[in-house]
């Protein structure tokens, strides 16, 4: 038996390779087909099954490309109905893949048709336990995907249903593989680690702890934040089907010459700089948007820009695929094309950014100036600078409404990933007079600059 994760950090999404005698599964797979592909060649082995979880919210996956591409069967668990061929499989039904089995366990909560898959070795004894979307190391799935269909209040009650009979029940030594990791948008505050143990959750999870049924709801939907607006076009089309890979990107990596690029951005495409933030505050496109591909690119794409929005790409040169691949994981297919030669490729004026470090702050440079916190509310509750405001990137541009833009601004976030990205969408906006922090928030307390930590907070 061999088991292999597949982590996807721009995503936190995990794969898995499961292997026996020659026969192979994929449990939700990404939308590329090649790293499966590749893996099971690598290994002589041919894949069997290709197991989803759910119909996911947060990234196209690669199920439908992959099983024409190897003959393998598509499994979903029960209440599942996409509209295409798969094999809906029944609760605690069994698929043997060589020596070892893989049982199905119906989970709903996260959504009705919730599935987990529990892997029994060559001996049958319980192994581990794919949970997608059910079960995350710390944490659970939002149940708050079917607004208007099912109450998260409903959802929340499922999966406490689901935790307490089917998850709870498993060995303590079962190794809990789930299908997303730090920084998705599917949990609240997923832990760090990628795997874990259902010993380790009972003990450390609170939605695995004794508790009642309402006090469960209660804490599972307590500050949930609002979910992307991609994942909700993500979960129809996992639904519905799509387009191949290879057509997606064969039809939408095309070069532009500066004129044709100019030309869409005329018409109304949104120019999508995807180069690091080091390198785009030294000169880009006036009002194009920087979100970097060495950060949580897909997952920033989707929550700030609309899905069906016309895009243009910036890029590094010999990135133009790949930025057009990531954006094609969730769901994001309206690339026009684009600039050749990069940035070099721009004829026109170019806009700048400007970063300060923290040293120079301490020393008083932009004393003037408001602080912009724009983390992620728990990154902010547990800690952040002294009289700064926070003004969270999800949130932008729309929560910058009370913003004085005569005034000077100083940005941060964790590293200057994010921050740079706040930046290009209020200068879109109409801000000019924005201040970056050059490694962000880590920096700033290794300076020593005033910082309001959890304890005074509360």
């Given at each position: ?248 990107l064969d039809t939408h ?33 006036p009002t194009s948007i ?87 509310p728990g990154e902010w ?78």
């Open positions: 038996m061999y088991v292999e994760q597949l982590y996807t950090n721009c995503l936190a999404e995990a794969a898995y390779y499961i292997e026996s005698e020659g026969e192979a599964a994929i449990i939700d797979p990404l939308r590329e087909t090649d790293p499966y592909l590749s893996l099971s060649s690598r290994r002589g082995a041919r894949i069997k099954y290709v197991f989803e979880t759910h119909f996911h919210a947060d990234f196209v996956s690669g199920h439908i490309d992959l099983a024409k591409q190897t003959g393998a069967s598509i499994v979903y668990g029960p209440t599942a109905n996409p509209n295409y061929a798969v094999v809906k499989a029944t609760d605690e039904q069994v698929f043997t893949v060589g020596k070892v089995k893989i049982k199905v366990l119906h989970t709903p909560g996260h959504t009705p048709e919730s599935s987990c898959f529990l892997l029994l070795d060559e001996q049958g004894k319980e192994y581990a336990v794919f949970t997608g979307d059910t079960l995350f190391v710390g944490d659970v799935g939002r149940p708050d995907l079917l607004d208007g269909v099912m109450s998260k209040e409903e959802l929340a009650g499922m999966l406490y249903d689901s935790l307490n009979t089917k998850i709870k029940t498993l060995p303590d030594s079962v190794i809990v593989y789930p299908g997303h990791g730090a920084g998705s948008a599917c949990g609240k505050n997923i832990g760090k680690e990628t795997f874990s143990t259902i010993g380790e959750q009972k003990k450390l999870n609170y939605a695995l702890k004794d508790q009642t049924r309402d006090e469960f709801i209660r804490k599972v939907t307590d500050g949930i934040l609002p979910p992307p607006k991609y994942f909700f076009e993500d979960a129809r089309i996992n639904k519905q089907g799509y387009e191949p890979i290879t057509d997606v990596t095309k070069p532009l010459s500066y004129e044709a690029f100019v030309t869409a951005m005329k018409t109304g495409a949104m120019v999508l700089d995807t180069r690091e933030a080091t390198q785009f505050e030294k000169g880009f496109i920087n979100i970097g591909l060495n950060g949580q690119f897909a997952v920033w794409v989707g929550t700030l820009i609309p899905i069906h929005q016309p895009l243009l790409l910036i890029t590094t040169v010999g990135k133009e695929r790949e930025t057009v691949l990531r954006l094609a994981r969730v769901g994001y297919e309206n690339v026009i094309g684009y600039l050749e030669g990069g940035i070099e490729g721009w004829k026109g004026t170019l806009d700048a950014a400007h970063s300060v470090t923290a040293e120079e702050l301490k020393n008083g440079k932009f004393a003037q100036a408001e602080f912009l916190d724009v983390r992620k509750n547990t800690s952040h600078l002294k009289n700064a405001s926070f003004v969270p990137l999800s949130d932008m541009p729309a929560n910058t409404s009370t913003l004085d833009k005569n005034k000077t601004y100083v940005l941060y976030c964790g590293g200057g990933y994010r921050s740079m990205t706040a930046i290009s969408l209020m200068k879109r906006a109409g801000f000019s007079k924005l201040v970056n922090v050059s490694g962000g928030f880590s920096n700033l307390i290794k300076e020593g600059l005033p910082v309001v930590s959890e304890e005074v907070a509360v």
